[in-house]
């Protein structure tokens, strides 16, 4: 399937579709990262058939699942971690239900009135329960009764009731008896909590400084007390399916029945909350989830299955998908669809340790949930645990390395991997290049990238991309045939040498062009020093590369305008580059899309223009002073929709074309050719394109017949928005000399400086600008061009 087909495919099987995680699914268990179900169910449809069969080696929280059932694709699904795998099968496994109500209503008549005691407190002289108290932690009893303001508290009102009072109210203010419920729950007894220690990870707030390596340091005693009354009971049941179901409600529990921050989400599991805390009472935890989970099996009934490890809709192992795949060397699949993990943003198992622990502690397979030295080196993660330090980012490189070698032993030709990621800015340039690096070594290329939004786009500064590139991002590989993969001597990528070697060559002749056989000739020589066999394969490898990375006419190579040479031009050349390149890249995500926000552009500049020195581009990208004149220069060459969420194309005057093409938008060559065109209709002879090695200041070659005589005419093409400084007119000027032309001039779609200007008339150069270049298109192509240079 061809690249351009897949990203369309792609593009509209995601067209107007939100990446939105149901809430059902994200209030069932805590797991950051769930990839919108939907968005994953369309690009199965996208991109395979109905009878494929479909492999997501980092199962995570299961939305693969859903997505390949309602695509009605044959699944495997492989988890590491123990704790994620036990709760995906608990929600995705069948249950009795009239058996799990039964055991629910048994712990609940058991134990329910006695938790809530411990939260038992008046409002309006009419008994209540606590459901959530506001607090200061750190200042003890003071912290109860003057804590500090949020946005919860309302007029000093801290503790969150039950239900409302028979007078409405819904909060009170603490008070002594709460202080005194408190001190009479602090003498219940607890030890059977645990009181582990964590692998200290600054980055999920996991520091012995803080205390926070302590399991129970993040927990109240009330709460504890309350957990430990609820874990008794389910113990008490029998062995079942109805009981895991039962224990890992609990288990869910745990990330809000600790005290946390007002307000907070369950995402920050292990901060240690010193102000503006908040403690809630963990039956209406725990009933709360209990009525999620039954809520999801009941919403996703026909995708639940008799056996999770080997079911007749799907399979998912707890395993390892290295060992697993290596044990199964047979399979074959027709797509890979994941969310792999990508560098240190989750940490999954370190994150999952708050539920780890309490599971061997209490659940029946107790000794099943130990945090093995096998998981932890499995895991493909970038960590700063300070018991994992071998988990750094060469390490990761190297897992990296190894994954896509291991997709493609499982994959037939032209089969996708398709990865769902979040990417930061710094990464996407720095590691995620890397990762096609990688897959390129390993057999695959880089075939598409779509962004989807978590929420409508906006016209954000575009300082905003110092932090953020993109908010996810869905990136496809094929897997290519034999004939097609990269050229890798070693780890090394050589296709990217040779472009350097070409470039260099470029640079040292001057007149007599750089030909595609002298490249391959000088490319056979290299590759023999290196050992490595030339054949038929490697130079037709090595010819389209050329093609790739230079302007290609016949035999003759020259550097390419529309490209970056990233490892070999400074910062001053390559950010003028870049920035008349912009316009060409905005008039074509609007051909493309009609619209587009900036994250389209920044991308799209990223996917076109990298050549592999990614730390170059992220420089001149990240310069508050280029940010500036990008921003300035998207401004000036589009409008904004009436939401003012995206960019659109610049409203023309009502006597313009529609259709009419914007010259300072065009692709360079497209803008040579049109000028080509020009010289042809105003009568010029022998029009054609210069060959050449490098810019030595002429696009195009023309002769004017004057009688029996004839002038030779050289003429520069500048498809620019700034004005043309000097530079561009003293080499034209030189070039003149050189080749004895009679005539020189210069066609741009901007002005001249006055510099040029001043040269110009010295050395007798013509100049058109872009108005006069706009009266001239109009003379022979009335109404076809406009320029967007011109207010």
């Given amino acids: 399937m061809e690249t351009q087909s897949i990203t369309s495919k792609v593009n509209n099987a995601l067209t107007d579709t939100k990446n939105l995680v149901p809430r059902m699914i994200k209030e069932t268990y805590t797991f950051k990262g769930r990839k919108a179900p939907e968005i994953l169910t369309k690009v199965i449809l996208a991109l395979t058939d109905e009878n494929s069969y479909i492999l997501d080696p980092f199962l995570g929280s299961g939305m693969s699942i859903l997505a390949s059932q309602k695509a009605n694709r044959k699944f495997l699904g492989i988890e590491l971690d123990n704790y994620t795998y036990s709760v995906d099968k608990t929600l995705f496994e069948e249950v009795d239900s009239e058996k799990l109500k039964k055991y629910f209503q048994k712990i609940q008549d058991a134990i329910k009135d006695n938790v809530m005691y411990l939260y038992e407190t008046e409002c309006d002289g009419e008994k209540n329960y606590i459901k959530k108290v506001l607090f200061d932690r750190e200042n003890g009893k003071d912290g109860y009764f003057n804590p500090k303001t949020n946005r919860e508290i309302k007029k000093g009102r801290n503790v969150i009731l039950m239900k409302k009072s028979s007078k409405g109210n819904n909060s009170k203010k603490f008070d002594e008896m709460d202080w005194d419920k408190i001190q009479e729950v602090d003498k219940m007894d607890a030890s059977e909590f645990p009181d582990d220690t964590y692998f200290e990870n600054s980055r999920i707030n996991i520091t012995k400084s803080t205390g926070a390596d302590k399991y129970g340091e993040i927990f109240s005693h009330r709460n504890k007390v309350a957990l430990l ?360 995500l609007l051909k493309q899309k009609e619209k587009f926000v900036l994250e389209d552009l920044y991308v799209e500049l990223i996917d076109e223009l990298s050549d592999g020195n990614n730390q170059t581009l992220y420089d001149l990208l990240n310069d508050d002073d280029n940010i500036r004149e990008i921003d300035r220069l998207v401004a000036d060459k589009t409008d904004k929709s009436p939401d003012g969420k995206y960019y659109i194309r610049k409203q023309l005057p009502k006597d313009f074309n529609v259709d009419a093409v914007d010259v300072a938008t065009m692709d360079p060559y497209a803008f040579e050719g049109l000028c080509k065109s020009l010289l042809e209709h105003e009568n010029y002879a022998d029009v054609h394109r210069k060959g050449g090695s490098g810019d030595m200041g002429v696009d195009i070659v023309a002769k004017w017949f004057n009688g029996n005589t004839s002038e030779t005419w050289l003429i520069q093409c500048k498809r620019w928005v700034s004005n043309v400084d000097a530079t561009p007119i003293q080499r034209l000027v030189s070039e003149r000399e050189r080749l004895g032309a009679n005539k020189i001039a210069c066609y741009t779609t901007s002005d001249y400086s006055k510099d040029a200007k001043k040269i110009a008339q010295l050395q007798n150069v013509e100049l058109v600008d872009g108005k006069e270049l706009l009266l001239k298109l109009n003379q022979y192509f009335p109404g076809k061009y406009y320029n967007s240079n011109i207010k």
């Fill in 229 to 588: 009354m609820i874990q008794n009971e389910i113990s008490k049941l029998p062995t079942s399916k109805e009981k895991k179901f039962l224990q890992q409600v609990l288990v869910a529990s745990l990330s809000l029945a600790r005290i946390a921050m007002y307000g907070s989400s369950t995402d920050i599991l292990y901060h240690v909350v010193h102000e503006k805390a908040q403690d809630m009472n963990v039956w209406f935890l725990f009933e709360s989830r209990y009525n999620k989970f039954v809520k999801f099996q009941t919403k996703y009934k026909n995708v639940l299955t008799d056996s999770f490890d080997d079911g007749d809709k799907y399979k998912v192992v707890n395993d390892d998908y290295y060992e697993y795949l290596r044990n199964h060397k047979n399979l074959m699949f027709d797509a890979i669809v994941t969310d792999f993990p990508y560098t240190d943003q989750v940490p999954y198992l370190e994150r999952n340790q708050m539920f780890r622990i309490w599971l061997n502690h209490f659940d029946d397979d107790k000794g099943y949930f130990k945090l093995t030295d096998k998981m932890l080196d499995n895991e493909i993660v970038v960590t700063n645990a300070v018991e994992r330090k071998e988990k750094d980012l060469d390490h990761y490189y190297h897992d990296i390395d190894k994954m896509f070698k291991t997709f493609s032993e499982h994959l037939e030709v032209g089969s996708p991997v398709v990865i769902f990621t979040k990417l930061g800015k710094m990464k996407y340039f720095n590691v995620f290049a890397r990762v096609v690096d990688y897959a390129r070594k390993n057999g695959f290329e880089y075939t598409f990238r779509v962004g989807v939004e978590k929420s409508d786009p906006t016209l954000r500064k575009q300082s905003a991309y110092k932090n953020t590139l993109i908010n996810e991002v869905v990136i496809g590989f094929e897997k290519l045939s034999e004939d097609k993969r990269y050229l890798y001597i070693g780890d090394e990528n050589y296709e990217s040498k040779l472009v350097d070697s070409v470039y260099h060559a470029l640079k040292k002749v001057k007149d007599a062009p750089h030909t595609m056989t002298a490249a391959v000739t000088n490319a056979k020589k290299e590759l023999a020093k290196k050992g490595v066999h030339f054949d038929e394969k490697i130079q037709q490898l090595i010819v389209e590369v050329i093609k790739n990375n230079f302007y290609v006419d016949g035999q003759d190579i020259q550097l390419d305008k529309t490209r970056l040479y990233l490892d070999q031009e400074d910062e001053d050349t390559l950010f003028k580059k870049l920035y008349e390149l912009v316009p060409f890249y905005v008039g074509k």
